[in-house]
């Protein structure tokens, strides 16, 4: 009995950390942003924390001026939540949407570490997809 409990233990703190593995700060692949991910009630999002380029040519902070939503396009480039609600399921990071304030877009999207310091963030357009390779930050 006391094995049984043992070993449900080890496999549950194992399914805690593995979840928690994806939390911390990752660089884009084009070395542009740097996303913080973060847990909030089980559910995984991530913001942006630094920009390469912070600034327009006329000095202003950059804006989420391509958003959809005419209301929104003052809000900065830093600090917006571009991950939300991704759930963690076998070993992935799923069910979740990734904005691109670039373009004004949100997709359906997942991510997998493909190693402790790479992360793979798939984004989805109907049936075709793009996926890209983030670095973490120590």
Excluded at 28 to 50: A, C, H, P, R, S
Excluded at 68 to 76: A, D
Aim: hydrophobic residues 35%; aromatic residues 16%; glycine residues 6%.
């Amino acid at each position: 009995m006391k094995l049984i409990a043992i070993t449900i233990f080890f496999i549950a703190s194992h399914f805690t950390y593995a979840q928690s593995e994806i939390t911390g700060v990752w660089l884009t692949q084009d070395k542009e942003v740097k996303v913080e991910i973060y847990e909030n009630n089980g559910k995984y999002f991530g913001k942006t924390i630094w920009l390469k380029n912070p600034n327009t040519k006329n000095g202003n902070p950059r804006l989420d001026e391509k958003n959809p939503n005419l209301s929104l396009r003052k809000r900065l480039l830093i600090n917006l939540t571009i991950l939300t609600h991704f759930i963690f399921e076998s070993g992935e990071w799923i069910n979740g949407k990734i904005y691109d304030p670039y373009e004004g877009e949100t997709y359906k999207c997942k991510m997998w570490l493909e190693n402790p310091k790479t992360l793979k963030v798939r984004g989805y357009f109907g049936f075709l997809y793009e996926t890209e390779t983030w670095t973490k930050i120590p």
